[in-house]
């Protein structure tokens, strides 16, 4: 079975940091590009970063840039998502996705497979 499940969310002050993981089952994560997407209530669903999966290209949002690191374990099959310096405007669930084809910048054209999501919220 093909899957996707996101962890590390939670609640973080401003200024703090949290690491997301995504781990993938019943395929090899590292032959997809596989996305970090993120959701804010009432706003739509915006990519955040992508890395590629051939040469581990990585790409972000302006938003996020300098702040967010996307990263890809091949031997765990999972790919990360640190952030730091986080905002309150950061809150949102936050999504992996993969896609047998290239990054569309920060996004993907149309995955083929989503993760549940995790919840992130940055609050004081």
């Known amino acids: 079975q093909l899957q996707l499940v996101e962890s590390g969310g939670g609640l973080v002050q401003p200024g703090g940091s949290l690491r997301l993981s995504c781990k993938a089952s019943g395929f090899a994560l590292g032959t997809y590009a596989t996305a970090w997407f993120r959701q804010a209530p009432g706003k739509e669903r915006e990519g955040v970063s992508c890395?590629?999966?051939?040469?581990?290209?990585?790409e972000y949002a302006d938003s996020v840039k300098g702040r967010f690191t996307i990263s890809r374990d091949n031997n765990k099959n999972t790919i990360y998502l640190q952030m730091n310096s986080l905002k309150p405007e950061d809150t949102a669930v936050y999504y992996c996705a993969a896609e047998n084809s290239r990054c569309l910048g920060a996004s993907l054209r149309a995955a083929d497979l989503w993760g549940r999501g995790t919840q992130v919220t940055v609050s004081s």
């Open positions: 890395i590629s999966d051939d040469f581990g290209e990585e």
